[in-house]
């Protein structure tokens, strides 16, 4: 288990401070993490499915500033490796990890506006003095301290919270391990539910209901259903540029009598200041 512990601790190290080291390269979404873990684990095919389940789920969760609404790398590693070594039913693991990642953003929330305030005195010494080596070294040893303090939590909780997890999971009734999985398959639901509170319009509802109805009604997979959008959004795309060529070339026919009154009006002028001269 110790070996286990110690992968899921550099899967976390790896993906989320790895997210964060060259601006966001989006290595921290769940469908990535649970990929790399179930690889790391030998069992792509539950990482993925776990990884793709809770992408659907923290899809709407939007960090603003320095609020965390959930930490999705913790969550997906933790419930990817409880899926794998203990045998948790993945609707199940997926209703563990949504607390997991609730707890995981208040940890993540207390080392970035807590713990590394201490920093801040030596970075402003160090940015007073013009020192841009030192700048660079706090800056990636910063880095490298608040994510490795960071994923000593997993690294914990698979080593310590393995064997209760087992424990409790062996003691849960089945009609209770019933309701996490049907909770579980609710979840992604819920997500998809917080995202559109977002992106939500009046213009927009039609594609939505269209988009509901091919795959409800007509039995589309997601892929087909996908593969309509993209079609929906290059046929938008070359109607907008067709009005957008319509209306500069208006533009351009108002344009061209103005023009042209300009230059006669200016012809006009040197003819009658020449024949002034001449007269």
Request: some cysteine; glycine content about 8%.
């Amino acid at each position: 288990m110790l070996q286990t512990a110690f992968l899921a601790a550099l899967c976390v190290f790896i993906c989320l401070g790895g997210n964060w080291l060259w601006g966001q390269t989006m290595i921290e979404r769940p469908l990535v993490v649970g990929t790399i873990m179930g690889l790391i684990m030998g069992d792509m095919r539950t990482g993925i499915l776990i990884g793709a389940s809770l992408e659907a789920i923290f899809m709407g969760a939007v960090d603003i500033g320095g609020a965390l609404s959930a930490e999705p790398v913790t969550a997906t590693v933790l419930a990817t490796t409880f899926a794998i070594t203990l045998g948790v039913n993945t609707k199940a693991a997926l209703a563990l990890a949504v607390p997991i990642g609730v707890f995981a953003a208040f940890i993540l929330m207390f080392m970035k506006n807590v713990v590394m305030n201490i920093f801040a005195p030596l970075v402003d010494k160090v940015a007073s003095d013009d020192n841009s080596k030192g700048l660079t070294r706090l800056h990636f040893g910063m880095w490298f301290l608040n994510y490795f303090i960071f994923s000593l939590v997993t690294f914990f909780a698979v080593l310590a919270g393995a064997r209760p997890v087992q424990q409790l999971v062996a003691k849960i009734p089945a009609n209770l391990m019933a309701g996490l999985a049907a909770t579980g398959g609710l979840l992604p639901a819920v997500g998809f539910a917080i995202l559109m509170r977002m992106l939500w319009s009046k213009q927009l509802s039609p594609y939505y209901f269209l988009g509901f109805i091919l795959a409800a009604y007509m039995n589309l997979p997601s892929v087909a259903v996908a593969a309509v959008g993209i079609i929906i959004v290059v046929i938008q795309w070359i109607r907008d540029k067709q009005i957008m060529d319509i209306e500069n070339k208006q533009k351009e026919m108002v344009a061209m009598p103005h023009n042209e009154n300009q230059t006669k009006n200016t012809e006009t002028a040197a003819e009658q200041e020449e024949e002034d001269f001449f007269s």
